[in-house]
């Protein structure tokens, strides 16, 4: 497997991108330049998305054998450099051992569930209302599909497309994230060219979105865009998209509530909590946001929260113990500190952290807050912990359902019917009863309502978002055309 990755990837060779600009890939902690990429041009992009769509041709009439075979191949690549790969998911995203070892391992199952795919493009023979016709479904691959994937957890976010649209007979041409060339789409290149994928089905473009983004989904080529990050950018994604009657399958930001009712086993929920919201420091689609305690359980709920809290380790995400690791850039750490000022000035109070050290932000709880301060209308993306009372079921939908985002959430209650109706109230995508928000599951449909994204990935459901479906009917004897054509006898 190929490890320079200073160079994008177009139609099976790596070469230097024709931009006159350069891309510097730093490692959050400390500092260090990984990797200096020569940006792609928008006549880089261009040749990608054409030599994608020449491949393509080939590829959909590949036996799915085949298909399945480059699948898994990939996967044993993977395996043979798996620590390369963890390597490159903390140095350059900033994810601790841990949630590397944890993406990795979802990514292997988008993989497995993928090589399924070829064997599962089903189409249906239907009956007719005209006598001695047949009418038949077949299910095709859209043909050429452009990802964008994010920086957070850029090996699986990206694989979650990558491999289901190689598996469905498509093409792809992938744009990282500024922050993650490598483990958002360069290594993937690498991947699968030693998997033996044939050339130009899967191309990546390393470049700036001011020089390329919305050409990377203008483009004439591309079918569907697959899109995960912020809702703003989504929406300008969307119109582009919408522009040129493309499909997109968006994935976008989230603001989601862990609900701890009345009747919650405390402890469970506490635990629950912690993971739903310090996971990759808070860095995640799915992180807790807001975090509502009943009224009668908030205090104990709090000290057992803030107590366990203090022992999670910040620092070096390379160390296999540590909880939070840095924040992806400084930027980052300001916006958030700006927001807990803000908060801290309307009433609230910081009760563990609250502080940063370069880009890793201290686990941060604060209490005293309220549904409408800014740390609660805005995603954190962060290792921040709002903690906010509630008297009544109805009051607690309510405030969960506030916000124009539903990607996901968490309700905790020990009586299992009471948990799973005010989930069923919540305007969300996914929602998990005794469980806490950061669930993905590559058999089970992933994906937000409202502004928290379009369509669904994984299992069946992403293979709906990346086929489409022909209609091709078989008169099989002579139709009768009536009066029109026996007028004409």
Same mark, same amino acid.
């Given at each position: ?189 690498? +991947? ?7 050339? $130009? &089905?899967?191309?990546? /473009?390393?470049?700036? #979105?001011?020089?390329? !983004? ?121 916006? +958030? ?7 801290? $000035? &309307?009433?609230?109070? /910081?009760?563990?952290? #609250?502080?940063?050290? !370069? ?131």
């Amino acid at each position: 497997m190929n490890t320079d990755f200073s160079h994008i990837y177009i139609n099976g060779e790596w070469k230097k991108g024709s931009s006159d600009r350069s891309m510097g890939n730093v490692n959050p902690f400390t500092g260090e330049e990984l990797v200096t990429i020569q940006a792609a041009s928008k006549e880089d992009l261009n040749e990608a998305y054409e030599t994608a769509k020449t491949a393509q041709k080939e590829w959909a009439k590949e036996l799915p054998q085949n298909k399945r075979a480059v699948i898994e191949k990939a996967i044993s690549v993977m395996q043979e450099n798996e620590e390369k790969i963890l390597d490159w998911i903390i140095s350059e995203s900033g994810s601790t051992y841990m949630k590397a070892v944890s993406e990795l391992r979802a990514s292997y199952n988008i993989m497995k569930e993928a090589a399924s795919y070829p064997y599962r493009m089903e189409g249906k023979i239907m009956p007719s209302q005209t006598a001695g016709k047949e009418n038949r479904v077949y299910r095709n691959p859209l043909g050429v599909i452009g990802i964008i994937s994010p920086w957070n957890f850029p090996f699986h976010l990206a694989v979650r497309s990558i491999a289901p649209a190689i598996a469905t007979g498509n093409a792809v041409v992938i744009k990282p994230a500024t922050d993650t060339p490598v483990t958002g789409g360069l290594i993937f290149a690498s +991947i699968f060219e030693a998997a033996g994928l044939p050339k $130009g &089905l899967l191309n990546v /473009v390393v470049g700036r #979105g001011s020089e390329i !983004g919305d050409d990377m989904v203008s483009h004439p080529v591309p079918r569907l865009i697959s899109f995960t990050g912020s809702t703003e950018v989504g929406r300008h994604i969307g119109e582009l998209a919408g522009k040129g009657l493309k499909k997109t399958a968006l994935e976008l930001g989230g603001n989601n509530a862990f609900i701890a009712l009345k009747d919650a086993d405390v402890d469970q929920a506490v635990d629950s909590a912690l993971f739903g919201k310090f996971y990759h420091q808070g860095q995640i689609c799915m992180a807790i946001n807001r975090i509502f305690v009943h009224k009668e359980i908030y205090d104990e709920f709090a000290e057992l929260f803030i107590r366990r809290a203090k022992n999670l380790k910040y620092g070096n995400p390379a160390e296999k113990d540590t909880h939070v690791g840095p924040l992806i850039n400084g930027d980052q750490v300001s916006r +958030i500190l700006k927001d807990i000022e803000d908060s801290v $000035g &309307l009433g609230a109070a /910081v009760r563990l952290g #609250g502080k940063a050290e !370069g880009n890793v932000l201290q686990p941060t709880v604060l209490t005293g807050v309220t549904n409408e301060m800014r740390l609660a209308k805005n995603e954190i993306f962060g290792p921040v912990a709002i903690l906010i009372p509630f008297g009544s079921d109805e009051e607690v939908i309510e405030f969960a359902n506030s916000y124009p985002f539903g990607l996901s959430g968490a309700v905790h209650s020990k009586d299992i019917q009471h948990g799973t109706m005010v989930a069923q109230e919540i305007q969300t995508g996914m929602i998990h009863v005794n469980d806490q928000s950061v669930n993905e599951e590559a058999h089970m449909p992933f994906g937000g309502e409202k502004e928290s994204g379009l369509g669904r990935f994984n299992g069946e459901w992403v293979l709906e978002e990346f086929t489409t479906l022909k209609w091709l009917s078989v008169q099989h004897t002579p139709r009768n055309y009536g009066p029109f054509i026996n007028n004409l006898k």
